[in-house]
T-cell receptor, first 111, second 116 residues
Framework: AQSVTQPDIHITVSEGASLELRCNYS??????LFWYVQSPGQGLQLLLK??????LVQGIKGFEAEFKRSQSSFNLRKPSVHWSDAAEYFC?????????FGTGTSLTVIP | GAVVSQHPSRVICKSGTSVKIECRSL??????MFWYRQFPKQSLMLMAT?????????EQGVEKDKFLINHASLTLSTLTVTSAHPEDSSFYIC????????????FGPGTRLTVL
């Protein structure tokens, strides 16, 4: 069965530090891959997506993600975190007619 | 561009009543709309997918008669929670896509439903 795993439920980083959020998926073929961010009580905003081509994808707000087929991973990175980045982050996978969200990673940013 | 609105943002109702939630694409025509449910501190669960002019496709385990979805036009989809009960309390989020499929989903801000 297809699945999306975000191993880290909660991450705390200092402002200005680098960030990496992990995402692994389980699917036979290469799916479509997405990262979304959700602020408390709000809907979701698309940060970036990967359909094909260059495996390093640039997104909004200074985020990037790298697709690694051999590891079935699509990790999200940011070189320098800002306090406003504190939110919930969801990895999502589109495969066939299905669309799955990971369980999310809550990011806390400390000054 | 690609703005999706939901109304209402919050609703409190008594058990046994029905509640309608609207999802509108404000500046584009949405071929496909999706409805999700999110429990506190949890991920989003896809409830159903609707294409304009077609019946909604519900995910396994979602009661069609309880969660009525109407995709009335290319800019409007409604979710009606019928005979709501406290266990239906949740955060409901819709999304809209320009194409048939999930590739370009734009999300609404969500509706917080509380059933007393």
């Amino acid at each position: 069965a297809q699945s999306v795993t975000q191993p880290d439920i909660h991450i705390t980083v200092s402002e200005g530090a680098s960030l990496e959020l992990r995402c692994n998926y389980s699917y036979g073929a290469t799916p479509y891959l997405f990262w979304y961010v959700q602020s408390p009580g709000q809907g979701l905003q698309l940060l970036l997506k990967y359909f094909s081509g260059d495996t390093l994808v640039q997104g909004i707000k200074g985020f990037e993600a790298e697709f690694k087929r051999s590891q079935s991973s699509f990790n999200l990175r940011k070189p320098s975190v800002h306090w406003s980045d504190a939110a919930e982050y969801f990895c999502a996978v589109g495969a066939g007619n299905q669309f799955y969200f990971g369980t999310g990673t809550s990011l806390t940013v400390i000054p | 561009g690609a703005v999706v609105s939901q109304h209402p943002s919050r609703v409190i109702c008594k058990s046994g009543t029905s509640v309608k939630i609207e999802c509108r694409s404000l500046d584009f025509q949405a071929t496909t709309m999706f409805w999700y449910r999110q429990f506190p501190k949890q991920s989003l669960m896809l409830m159903a997918t609707s294409n304009e002019g077609s019946k909604a496709t519900y995910e396994q385990g979602v009661e069609k008669d309880k969660f009525l979805i109407n995709h009335a036009s290319l800019t409007l989809s409604t979710l009606t929670v019928t005979s709501a009960h406290p266990e239906d309390s949740s955060f409901y989020i819709c999304s809209a896509s320009l194409t048939r499929g999930y590739n370009e989903q734009f999300f609404g801000p969500g509706t917080r439903l509380t059933v007393l």
